[in-house]
């Protein structure tokens, strides 16, 4: 749909090359590119013109080098400024000496402040921690019977309290966070979590409110929940929550969208403080440390290959990929049980949409984003089935497979014959596409090629 | 403060009125400087009209959009010759409008009661909160409302919209958490029916747009509707928040594909957002706004009026 920066960037550097030097005649159309990308990303106006400036100062005056192009050498100013921005600090968390630590979980309604709780109630579990859960929302109705339901989902601990028909209000808050702190001690809960109603930052009750409880449980850590999806005001209510609170970090929620989230480098500048964590979809697992580098891609729209590498190093069984990769390769040796084990293992890394999310959308990977919506995630399993459904000697040599056998295929894996003759064509397409990787190695030294591109931009 | 800038002391508020006073709550350094370069004096140069496009985009209105605003004005300022602020500012004003009332309201038509109204979007914008609002508003308007629970995914949902209606006198069909949100909406419209209610209003879970199953899911509960009466759901709402960035015009794209989103609810318009980005979503998508959310109240939720809004987007 949008057309990537690094695109726009080689259409407004066609003419440089041969000109020796980046000069502010010829940066200044690269530059509005860049701006409008970084807004069309949702970074703050003020921020953009902020970063605008010094990425100027940065790249006028700069040789052309031959190793890069103009639009390699400009990119790596944008992401190395924008980098610099969002900072090197990862989460972090600051423990008190005397537990229980404690977390205060900020933000607007409807930012994620409930289910983040959740979420890093279960990651501080997995370190070993054992967090204490009190949601202080008396206003919504029924958020803390939600938060009540997500601490049970992940077995940890949750002070319930009792309103005793205390009208809502910041005496009731109060009290409900007094009462979880003890309760937090007495039953050896090293973390309580504290989440919050959701508030406007305008408001100045509950505003007040917040810095009553800021001051009553001294905690080590005051959340700031922020929706990815979020516009230019991103800067107002962070600003206002810093201001009020002394913010000591962000959560970005819903990043599993498709929103570019510059949010994040506008409340990063405002507030000074890192993001600590990304929240990647509504289970309980779907929490990630941040990474600076990785988001700058997204703003960018170039993809996330650190995630995917690393996610595929997570699942896949290493051992298995060169064993499979190497008979692959042989030529004659890639068989269906060896199609249908690959499927499995590229299953384990999650959703074919997630994976292909992380591609940049440049490159040999160009219009796959796009595609991403339309991928069937039900095909892999319907192709298992279906290689499930053939016999031993059918699986090792497709050759066999004949029309009565095609029949019996598909009425074994609940397919159509039409479903199986696709497969099997795909089979053959890709058995003859490793083939010739195999021998001349092209499609191999092409790939490997634009991979050492990708890093060596970072 | 409020009271002053808009010369009604004593008077409740009209619909308008509290419309511009939600989106005008706090003036802001942005609406300083729209007052400051659109203020009569000033000469309208490349440079005004330049600093205007940063004002528009400041507000969420979006690059492209912005742009195409401008250029509208820069060719009207010449051809017009329009020299000062005040003529640059009714002119902007004019071209905002014009975006905005040209979407078509589209005319539902209920051959069989009940109405039903589908109410969609991402996690947080505040569906189950719009939901009990606006039960309310029909209430208020003497029809019967009949409330289902179809967000059977999130924690606590179905517990939350019950409240609302307690709130408003409403009754509610409920499934339990994890049921299936069109068995929900099956025995709702049967007990619609059967009570002969006026409107039934559906909550659905928030899910993003990008996920395609449960995309799929709200085509499903389009078409266990259908099967009640061929033209529901009459009307499908997609609630957005006021604080949502150019991601907007892409939740309204891809919802509107899947469950042909009739119009949007745009909520926290309390807050210091100004909900730009409906001017690109009505300008690319042909998306008109029904109701604009201000507060936490019942009474919070009214029908959007595209003069009042534009005018608290320049005015502040």
């Known amino acids: 749909m949008f057309e990537n920066l690094s695109e726009k960037l080689q259409r407004t550097f066609k003419n440089l090359r041969g000109q020796g030097t980046v000069t502010e005649e010829n940066i200044g159309e690269a530059l509005k590119e860049i701006r409008i990308a970084l807004l069309e990303a949702d970074v703050n106006l003020n921020v953009v013109k902020d970063l605008i400036e010094h990425i100027r100062a940065k790249a006028v005056g700069q040789e052309v080098l031959t190793a890069l192009s103009p639009t390699e050498q400009v990119i790596k100013i944008v992401r190395d400024e924008l980098v610099a921005m969002l900072g090197t600090d990862t989460a972090r968390f600051k423990f008190a000496s005397q537990p229980p630590t404690v977390i205060l979980m900020a933000g607007l309604q409807g930012s994620g402040k409930t289910t983040t709780s959740g979420k890093l109630a279960a990651w501080l579990k997995k370190g070993g921690h054992r967090p204490l859960l009190v949601s202080v929302d008396v206003y919504r109705p029924a958020a803390r019977e939600q938060l009540q339901i997500v601490a049970k989902a992940i077995g940890a601990n949750l002070y319930e309290g009792d309103l005793k028909g205390e009208a809502a209000g910041p005496a009731l808050v109060e009290r409900l966070a007094k009462e979880a702190r003890r309760e937090a001690i007495i039953s ?116 996330d290959i650190m995630t995917l590498i690393e ?33 499995r293992q590229i299953k384990k890394m999650g959703s074919l949409q997630s994976i292909i999310k992380m591609l940049p959308s440049v490159g040999p990977f160009q ?38 056998r095609r029949k019996r295929i598909a009425h074994g894996s609940g397919t159509s014959v039409q479903e199986v003759n696709q497969m099997l064509r795909q089979y053959v397409q890709m058995r003859k596409m490793f083939k010739s990787m195999g021998k001349g190695g092209a499609v191999q030294r092409r790939l490997m090629g634009s991979l050492a591109n990708m890093r060596g931009g970072r | 403060m409020l009271q002053s800038l808009f010369n009604t002391p004593e008077q409740k508020p009209g619909l308008m009125d509290r419309m511009k006073q939600a989106v005008a709550r706090t003036r802001t350094g942005l ?18 009209l330049e600093e205007l496009e940063g004002t528009l985009i400041a507000s969420d209105i979006g690059v492209a959009t912005s742009q195409e605003i401008i250029a509208q004005l820069r060719q009207q300022a010449s051809r017009r ?56 508003y029909f209430r208020e308007q003497g029809k019967s409302v009949l409330l289902c629970a179809a967000d059977t995914f999130r924690a606590a949902a179905i517990e939350q919209l019950e409240v609302w209606g307690q709130r408003a006198g409403v009754e509610m069909v409920r499934t339990r958490q994890g049921g299936d949100p069109s068995a929900a909406l099956y025995d709702a419209l049967q007990a619609a029916q059967a009570r002969g209610i006026d409107v039934l209003i559906v909550d659905t879970a928030g899910r993003l747009h990008t996920k395609n199953n449960l995309m799929a899911e709200l085509d499903k509960i389009r078409r266990t509707a259908r099967r009640f009466s061929a033209d529901a759901p009459h009307e499908t709402l997609l609630v957005m928040d006021a604080t949502t960035g150019q991601n907007g015009l892409q939740q309204a794209r891809l919802f509107t594909q899947a ?52 005018d608290s987007l320049l005015e502040g």
């Open chain 2, 259 to 310: 469950a042909a989103v009739s119009g949007i609810v745009l909520t926290k318009l309390d807050g210091t957002a100004k909900g730009g980005i409906v001017i690109a979503i009505a300008r690319e998508l042909q998306l008109p706004v029904r109701f604009v959310g201000i507060g936490e109240q019942m009474g919070d939720l009214i029908p959007f009026d595209s003069n009042a809004f534009v």
């Open chain 1, 311 to 343: 996610k595929a190093e997570e699942h896949l069984d290493r051992k298995k990929s060169e064993e499979l990769a190497k008979k692959a390769l042989m030529g004659d040796g890639f068989s269906l049980d060896d199609f249908r084990e690959q499927l």
């Open chain 2, 31 to 48: 609406q300083e400087r729209m007052d400051d370069l659109l203020s009569l004096a000033r000469p309208v140069d490349e440079s005004a």
């Open chain 1, 367 to 404: 219009g796959m984003q796009q595609a991403a919506g339309n991928v069937d995630e039900k095909q892999f399993t319907r192709i298992e089935a279906i290689i499930n459904s053939m016999t031993a000697a059918e699986r090792k040599n497709h050759e066999l497979i004949s029309g009565s």
């Open chain 2, 81 to 136: 010759q329009i020299r000062d602020g005040a003529e640059l500012r009714h002119l902007l004003k004019a071209e905002m409008l014009r975006i905005l009332d040209s979407v078509p309201l589209g005319q539902r038509t209920v051959t069989a009661r009940p109405e039903v109204i589908l109410m969609v979007g991402v996690n947080g914008t505040g569906k189950t909160t719009t939901t009990g609002k606006l039960a309310a």
């Open chain 1, 188 to 303: 050896g809960c090293d973390v309580m979590i504290v989440d919050t109603a959701g508030r406007l930052h305008i408001d100045e009750g509950l505003m007040t409110e917040m810095q009553r409880l800021k001051s009553l449980l001294n905690p080590q850590e005051i959340l700031f929940i922020a929706d990815a999806m979020t516009g230019q005001d991103a800067v107002r209510s962070a600003k206002e929550f810093h201001d009020r609170l002394a913010l000591t970090g962000t959560v970005l929620t819903k990043m599993d969208g498709d929103a570019r989230g510059g949010a994040a480098l506008s409340i990063r500048h405002v507030t000074g403080q890192p993001i600590k964590f990304i929240g990647m979809g509504e289970k309980p697992d779907a929490f990630e440390p941040f990474h600076p580098d990785r988001i700058v891609s997204r703003i960018l729209g170039m993809g």
